[in-house]
């Protein structure tokens, strides 16, 4: 047995006999939570895991590589040999979840139905898919808070998978009066924009 099947059956084990403190988790906040974070990491330090609400009797337990793209095969491989539980299902990477939302950064709200994004390429890499996010009332005030608001954004809204492998870099700047006249594109197209994009690579 390799060591990291090890690590995975130990965590699997864990998760079993502390089954109790998994049903009553809700939030970051409660000190499980923490303890529940540090066995993750204990197979990978990029780790992290999310809860759902229980939704007709079942939770989904989320785990996260947090973007990082390095991880995403022990991830996989974790979730891959989950245990049976009743009342959870176990989801490698986050899933995509469309722009339905609005992401509040320490405590200014960042609303991504009304972002518009450019496409860019940058250097000689035509893989390389870059996007300019434009947000409403961007100031030298907020962008620190915008920049790390649209990350989250981009990765809830697309997918763990698809935010850190099909785009490149990321970048914002003030939402044009005219963004259409100017090459922007509703932010809640860049699925459809993105999967165009792999095909024109393709070549399909």
Excluded at 31 to 60: I, M, Y
Excluded at 62 to 87: C, D, M, S
Excluded at 105 to 131: C, Q
Excluded at 185 to 192: G, I, N, T, V, W
Aim: charged letters at 25%; aromatic letters at 12%.
């Amino acid at each position: 047995m390799s060591d990291v099947q090890k690590l995975i059956d130990e965590f699997w084990d864990w998760f079993l006999a502390h089954r109790s403190d998994f049903d009553t988790l809700k939030d970051p906040n409660m000190p499980f939570w923490n303890a529940a974070v540090a066995q993750l990491k204990s197979l990978d330090g990029h780790l992290w895991f999310e809860l759902s609400s229980n939704v007709d009797g079942t939770r989904e337990f989320i785990i996260t590589a947090e973007g990082h793209h390095e991880a995403f095969p022990i991830v996989e491989a974790i979730a891959a040999q989950a245990p049976k539980v009743q009342g959870w299902k176990f989801i490698a990477l986050k899933p995509p979840m469309g722009f339905e939302f609005v992401t509040n950064y320490e405590g200014i709200p960042f609303d991504p139905n009304v972002m518009w994004f450019l496409p860019l390429k940058r250097g000689s890499n035509r893989h390389d898919l870059g996007l300019r996010i434009g947000v409403p009332n961007l100031s030298p005030a907020n962008k620190r808070q915008a920049e790390n608001a649209v990350l989250i954004i981009l990765d809830t809204a697309l997918g763990e998978r698809v935010a850190a492998l099909d785009i490149g870099y990321v970048e914002v700047a003030v939402l044009p009066e005219s963004p259409r006249s100017e090459g922007y594109l509703e932010l809640k197209k860049l699925p459809s924009y993105i999967e165009w994009h792999k095909r024109k690579l393709l070549g399909t």
